[in-house]
């Protein structure tokens, strides 16, 4: 099993910066680990591995890009992917909720969806398909990424600099944020009882597979 405190110092700025672009508006980056990738990045800044300024500002503009990216696609092509067959992920209910979620939500939608995993990546995608305008999503995609791309590595550093040896204690707070940032994520899937059915279909779908 790997350890992130040991990848990041491989991969670099270049490789975090590639990690958060991919899972802020990317489909293939719903499945990474954008909280815990973060601070433990800020954490070994506090080491002198990683310069805070630095990775602060290419987190930042690798989540406001990734975003964008998102918002487009989604603006583009996203109705075509919801004219498909449907799908646990692209289900056509979910264009017109996304309609009816981002005209009544959008600014805080964006921000909050910033915190919760894979609702980070379909995010601003959703957004793009609801034709939610662009200069608004912007506006919040900047107050979300700075919220996200660097408030969470600066308590990643501020925590490393703050408590003696707390690299004891990385792997237990690294999990506690995975549990904490996953739980909205989860609960808004199985709030409703479409949603739910459609969960355990697709898992009993993936269990006939093997």
Request: proline share 4%; aromatic share 12%; hydrophobic share 55%.
């Amino acid at each position: 099993m790997f350890s992130l405190t040991e990848l990041l110092p491989v991969i670099g700025y270049a490789g975090i910066t590639v990690i958060v672009f991919a899972e802020s508006g990317l489909l293939i980056g719903f499945f990474l680990p954008g909280d815990s990738l973060l601070f433990t990045a800020g954490f070994l800044a506090s080491q002198g591995i990683f310069n805070i300024f630095v990775l602060a500002a290419l987190s930042f503009v690798a989540a406001v890009a990734g975003d964008s990216v998102g918002y487009w696609f989604g603006h583009r092509i996203g109705r075509k992917i919801f004219q498909r067959e449907n799908s646990i992920l692209f289900h056509k209910d979910n264009l017109l909720r996304a309609e009816k979620f981002y005209e009544k939500h959008g600014g805080k939608a964006i921000i909050l969806a910033r915190f919760m995993p894979v609702i980070r990546t379909f995010a601003p995608i959703l957004a793009g398909v609801g034709a939610m305008q662009y200069k608004k999503f912007l506006t919040f995609n900047i107050v979300g990424g700075a919220l996200w791309a660097v408030g969470v590595p600066l308590a990643g550093y501020f925590l490393g600099t703050l408590i003696p040896n707390v690299d004891k204690y990385l792997v237990p707070i690294v999990l506690g944020i995975i549990i904490v940032s996953v739980m909205p994520s989860l609960i808004h899937v199985l709030r409703t009882k479409e949603d739910r059915a459609r969960l355990m279909a697709a898992l009993r779908t993936l269990l006939r597979r093997k």
